[in-house]
């Protein structure tokens, strides 16, 4: 049986011996396992994961080309560059997403050449890997460790942070700061991180080889298909408008979901972090929402399924709706607490609600998580980056 736990990380610190976390870890993998037996069904994507592929990337190369080529009036300029940046952020939580985890194909390969998806649209695959599944997965909502929730002085988005005086209008300017996300991480983070050989709090080995020429090769393709061409066809200003226009579309789509996932009130509680049970933390430190939206999971990747996401990353997302209940009930049997939300308006609200509380001053001290969560010692930093090695 293929092993579920690919793309997971045990936190060093958490107390697996607590027979109660550790039976609720052993049930839940034993249950889902059964799932896949009983159903006869690969945890990996499969044909259905080819067939999306397919269209996402019909749907990037198809808005890119009537965008260049077609568009003669500002609003299908403009309509063409929202289509362009949703196709992109698509492909970012259906292909690359699922791969960088090891849950697309069975074949390490294949997870690695669908990963570098991300390449081809400015990011990069290689420091996505510590970004996302060591520092993010390993310890999501933990302060110091979490990248995630770090924004550095522009936001306060957990109770261990400090709080400024500007933070008391976060949950109004933030917005427009999420939709330069996108545009930070292709022109500045990928390259800071290259020089200081660090991402957040993890020390990481520079990309070399092929790695290097995976970076250096799609930061060149990303500039060549989005600035240079069409500044060789349009006027540099209209270039820069409708370029700007799809980079922010990507930027608040990814920012939106992994925010309502978990900077809301639901996932994060007064009981201390430290010694929590990583399978009892991943759940309570994320949430669902929206389940029953089929057509929103489709484009965002079964994001809005994070909690089954967070237990087993190596799973594609398209089995996260049929896995969901199962997941619940254990919970529910363990008294583990699992939130759902019913729409992705509620997880706007509850994300707006949380922005608000966050940047009050009273917030500040004398929070549980704000002692600080397991910090990845350089040991464990070690460990983690094998798995995720052997992961991706
Ligand atoms: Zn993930």
Not at 94 to 103: E, F, P, S, T
Not at 140 to 148: E, H, I, L, M, S
Not at 253 to 259: A, E, G, I, M, P
Not at 291 to 319: A, D, K, M, T, Y
Request: glycine share 10%; hydrophobic share 45%.
């Amino acid at each position: 049986m293929t092993d579920l736990s690919v793309g997971t990380f045990l936190i060093e610190d958490a107390h697996a011996s607590d027979a109660v976390a550790s039976r609720f870890q052993a049930v839940l993998r034993r249950r889902v396992r059964r799932y896949f037996e009983m159903s006869g069904q690969s945890p990996r994507g499969g044909r259905a994961l080819w067939g999306k592929s397919g269209v996402l990337l019909t749907s990037w190369c198809v808005s890119w080309g009537l965008l260049l080529f077609w568009a003669s009036t500002p609003v299908t300029a403009a309509l063409l560059s929202v289509a362009l940046g949703l196709s992109m952020a698509g492909i970012g939580f259906n292909i690359q997403h699922d791969a960088a985890h090891g849950a697309s194909s069975s074949d390490r390969r294949v997870n690695r050449l669908l990963a570098a998806s991300l390449d081809l649209l400015g990011g990069s695959s290689y420091l996505w890997r510590f970004k996302h599944n060591v520092l993010h997965h390993s310890q999501p909502n933990t302060v110091g460790v979490d990248d995630d929730i770090d924004l550095g002085p522009l936001a306060r988005l957990a109770p261990g942070q400090r709080v400024r005086f500007a933070h008391r209008f976060q949950h109004v300017y933030l917005w427009f700061l999420y939709s330069l996300v996108a545009f930070k991480w292709q022109w500045f983070d990928d390259y800071a991180m290259l020089l200081l050989g660090r991402v957040g709090a993890l020390r990481v080995r520079r990309p070399r080889g092929a790695e290097l020429i995976i970076f250096a090769g799609g930061k060149v393709f990303f500039l060549v298909w989005s600035v240079v061409l069409p500044v060789l066809i349009h006027p540099p200003l209209t270039v820069a408008v409708f370029h700007g226009l799809t980079v922010l579309t990507l930027g608040l789509s990814l920012s939106l979901v992994f925010q309502v996932a978990h900077c809301v009130p639901a996932a994060w509680s007064d009981a201390p972090v430290v010694g929590r049970a990583w399978a009892i933390h991943q759940v309570e430190a994320s949430v669902d929402f929206s389940r029953g939206n089929h057509l929103l999971s489709w484009c965002i990747g079964g994001l809005n399924f994070q909690v089954e996401h967070h237990l087993f990353p190596g799973v594609c997302h398209l089995h996260y709706a049929a896995l969901a209940p199962l997941v619940e009930a254990t919970c529910v049997e363990f008294g583990v607490r699992y939130t759902t939300l019913p729409t992705l308006m509620a997880g706007l609200r509850a994300h707006y609600s949380w922005l608000k509380r966050m940047g009050r001053r009273e917030h500040d001290a004398g929070h549980p998580i704000s002692q600080g969560g397991p910090i990845l010692s350089s040991g464990s930093q070690g460990r983690a980056l094998q798995r995720c090695d052997r992961a991706s």
